[in-house]
């Protein structure tokens, strides 16, 4: 798989939303077959997080082996950071700069490009995906207080979101809504008028895994199912891919023509095309 990530061409944001201003993009009718999906790398211990930095390196944070691990554009992988405890989430900012959750020790790293490591924040509680808005605040799936959390300009946190159900990925809409991802069930879509749908019947148990394509299309993992779902404008979802074992992290590949999605269950990433 050399050639693999050489072929993707740019990278895609983490979003979902319903919003009856600017719906999810895409069809209505179930896909008759879903896809079939094609491994790509395996060997991964228990991964979880995954982003694109600008350059097309993919980083992927493995919960069982404490460690990020990049793969650069032509398919060699390296270990970028490790002796880490339980990382979970990881994001990426606009400047490169990259942040990973640590689910075991409730705090946020913060790495350079270059590797160099710095606690972003700590008083978390079992923090799981990561996320940045449409202004750069980074959000927190604050798992154990059903809370998605943000850092404030003092080092703070603040709530973002109250009420939720074990969340463990949450991203912002481009119309400033939010999505959340809840391990405990069901996939909460928030309007931006404040208003809320519970949608995610099909879901198992969904996961950190959270994807939008530039266009609006939206695709969830099912950590607790075998498929990746797409999110439909009524609501409801289709699968897109079955056959994975539990499927756990999830990004748009840079070239949009394609979905790249971590398995818990053996250690691989797949790629699914995405389908018209």
Do not use: C
């Amino acid at each position: 798989m050399m050639n693999t990530l050489r072929s993707l061409t740019a990278a895609g944001a983490l979003a979902l939303a319903v919003i009856p201003a600017s719906p999810i993009m895409g069809p209505t009718a179930a896909y008759a077959n879903p896809a079939a999906p094609e491994k790509l790398w395996e060997g991964f211990s228990s991964p979880v997080g995954m982003a694109f930095d600008g350059a097309g390196n993919l980083f992927v944070a493995e919960w069982g082996a404490g460690r990020v691990s990049r793969i650069d554009p032509a398919g060699n992988r390296t270990t970028f950071a490790d002796g880490l405890s339980g990382p979970s989430g990881l994001t990426i900012g606009t400047d490169g700069t990259i942040y990973v959750a640590s689910y075991s020790r409730d705090e946020i790293y913060r790495f350079t490009p270059a590797g160099e490591r710095s606690v972003h924040v700590t008083g978390l509680a079992t923090p799981a995906g990561l996320s940045f808005d449409r202004s750069g605040r980074l959000l927190i799936a604050n798992r154990r207080t059903n809370q998605i959390l943000t850092v404030n300009g003092s080092g703070g946190l603040e709530p973002v979101i109250d009420g939720l159900r074990t969340p463990v990925g949450a991203v912002q809409t481009p119309d400033n809504g939010y999505v959340v991802s809840n391990i405990g069930g069901g996939v909460t879509i928030l309007r931006p008028d404040g208003s809320r749908i519970e949608a995610g019947e099909a879901f198992g148990t969904p996961g950190p895994g959270v994807a939008t394509t530039k266009d609006g299309r939206v695709f969830v993992v099912d950590y607790g199912g075998t498929t990746v779902r797409e999110i439909l404008p009524d609501g409801q979802s289709r699968a897109v891919a079955d056959g994975l074992r539990s499927p756990v992290g999830l990004v748009v590949a840079p070239d949009e023509a394609s979905l790249l999605t971590a398995a818990w269950g053996d250690g691989a990433i797949y790629r699914i095309p995405l389908p018209k």
